[in-house]
């Protein structure tokens, strides 16, 4: 079950749900770990404040505590990632919310003009159980660069940005534009909706392969259930409903 969050919770004056935007910030770029000066840099703090948050998240158990100047997530801010600040809707409102979501999934891989495609969807969570008021609707989303003959992805991500006529704080944002773009069109502003990060999900899926559920509501479920035994790197993992 996903940890349901309040919006006036804060750590250490940071409003929590900006500590979970950069949790999932840093997983969504492969890491699991971050220094004081991303940390400073994406929540837009000043170092005394970076310093005081990074020694709260440590004694709330959400990091452990840093090695080398790199604070790694602990099992606590994995789940404060995934956690949801939505109040409990029907059962028909997450429906109405899936179905919208994947009409733009549809929408976004038939714009020629996106760099990006996305392969899958992937359901997970409360939404498969039986119950009538939920407080989420937890979505795992794999995307790839469209061309994948693009002999720079690197450059391309960055004219892409460019194009979009936005501001970026950093580098990385700017590198990323085209994923957090994609996340955003598929949200379309809907709270309920939290999307996970792909690998993430692979991984969820491996911690209890025979408690795991998910449904693959967009793509091919059979090469979304190989890329999680293979990620497992053996056979058995928990299967699609």
Same mark, same amino acid.
């Not at 899936?98 to 969570?125: C, H, M, W």
């Given at each position: 079950?996903?940890?349901?969050?309040?919006?006036? !919770?804060?750590?250490? *004056?940071?409003?929590?749900?900006? &500590?979970? *935007?950069? +949790? *999932?910030? $840093?997983?969504?770029?492969?890491?699991?770990? +971050?220094?004081?000066?991303?940390?400073?840099?994406?929540?837009?703090?000043?170092?005394?404040?970076?310093?005081?948050?990074?020694?709260?998240?440590?004694?709330? %158990?959400?990091?452990?505590?840093?090695?080398?100047?790199?604070?790694?997530?602990?099992?606590? @801010?994995?789940? /404060?990632?995934?956690?949801?600040? #939505?109040?409990?809707?029907?059962?028909? #409102?997450?429906? #109405?919310?899936?179905?919208? /979501?994947?009409?733009?999934?549809?929408?976004?891989?038939?714009?020629?003009?996106?760099?990006?495609?996305?392969?899958? &969807? #992937?359901?997970?969570?409360?939404?498969?159980?039986?119950?009538?008021?939920? %407080?989420?609707?937890? &979505?795992?989303?794999?995307?790839? !660069? =469209?061309?994948?003959?693009?002999?720079?992805?690197?450059?391309?991500?960055?004219?892409?940005?460019?194009?979009?006529?936005? =501001?970026?704080?950093?580098?990385?944002?700017?590198?990323?534009?085209?994923?957090?773009? /994609?996340?955003?069109?598929?949200?379309?502003?809907?709270?309920?909706? $939290?999307?996970?990060?792909?690998?993430?999900?692979?991984?969820?899926?491996?911690? !209890?392969?025979?408690?795991?559920?998910?449904?693959?509501? +967009?793509?091919?479920?059979?090469?979304? %259930?190989?890329?999680?035994?293979?990620?497992?790197?053996?056979?058995?993992? @928990? %299967?699609?409903?």
């Amino acid at each position: 079950m996903t940890l349901q969050i309040r919006s006036a !919770d804060t750590i250490s *004056r940071i409003p929590i749900k900006e &500590v979970r *935007r950069f +949790f *999932r910030h $840093v997983v969504g770029w492969h890491h699991d770990s +971050f220094d004081l000066q991303w940390l400073q840099d994406q929540l837009s703090l000043d170092e005394k404040s970076a310093i005081a948050l990074a020694l709260e998240l440590a004694a709330q %158990g959400y990091v452990e505590p840093p090695q080398n100047g790199a604070y790694k997530l602990t099992d606590k @801010g994995q789940e /404060l990632m995934r956690a949801s600040a #939505a109040g409990k809707v029907s059962r028909k #409102a997450v429906e #109405a919310a899936l179905a919208g /979501l994947l009409e733009r999934a549809a929408q976004y891989n038939s714009d020629p003009d996106k760099i990006l495609t996305i392969d899958a &969807v #992937a359901v997970f969570g409360s939404f498969l159980s039986t119950k009538e008021k939920l %407080g989420d609707l937890d &979505v795992a989303v794999k995307c790839r !660069d =469209r061309n994948v003959n693009d002999p720079d992805h690197g450059k391309t991500a960055l004219a892409y940005a460019k194009r979009s006529g936005r =501001r970026f704080g950093t580098f990385i944002d700017q590198l990323s534009w085209a994923n957090t773009e /994609l996340c955003q069109i598929l949200k379309a502003r809907k709270r309920t909706i $939290v999307i996970q990060v792909w690998h993430s999900f692979l991984d969820l899926a491996n911690i !209890d392969p025979d408690h795991f559920h998910y449904k693959v509501v +967009f793509g091919n479920s059979e090469e979304v %259930g190989a890329e999680i035994r293979a990620r497992a790197g053996k056979k058995g993992s @928990g %299967g699609p409903d």
